[in-house]
C-alpha cells in the first residue's frame, strides 16, 4: 500500500473519530490503524479481499446435458472452392437495402460488377455503402438484415466471372 493511501486513511480516522480502520489490499497486505496512533502493516497474504473486483463466469452444470449427435461437417464441394468471399471492411451493422421499405441491392443469383453497390454497413451512426470489387454472379448471401458483422465477416459468396 501507498505511503500516500495510508496518510489517507491515518487523517479519516483522526477526522471522523475512528476508534480503528482495517484495510486490505488487492495483494493479500493488511493495514491497521488505531486512533491511539499506531500503525501495523501485516505482510501475510489475505484469503478474499472484500475490494477484489467480482468476476462472473458463466455457471457449468454438474450433469452433462443431454446433447444431440452432432451433424457431421458438410463436405465443401469443389465448386465451392472457387468461389470468391466478399468480407466486411468494417464491424458495424449489415444493411441489404437503402431503406426498410425499399428493395434489397442484390439477391441471391444477381451479376455483379465492380463499383455496384451490394449493401449498407452501418457503423457510429455512417452509412457505409459496400461496393463489388468484382465481377460475377453473387452465390449466396452469408448474413440477414439488420444483422451485426465484423471486420473481415464473410457477407457473400461470388463465383466470378
Known sequence: MHVQKIRELVKLVHEFDIGEIQVKSWWGKKVTIKKNGSLRVDKRPVSAPNTAPVVLEPEQPSVAPE??????????????EKLIKINSPMVGTYYSSPAPDADPYINEGDKISPGKVLCIIEAMK????IEAE?????EKILVENSQPVEYNQPLFLVKPD
Open 67 to 80: 446433447s444431440k449427435p452432432v451433424p457431421p461437417p458438410e463436405k465443401v464441394r469443389e465448386e465451392d
Open 126 to 129: 455512417l452509412m457505409n455503402e
Open 134 to 138: 468484382i465481377s460475377g454472379r453473387i
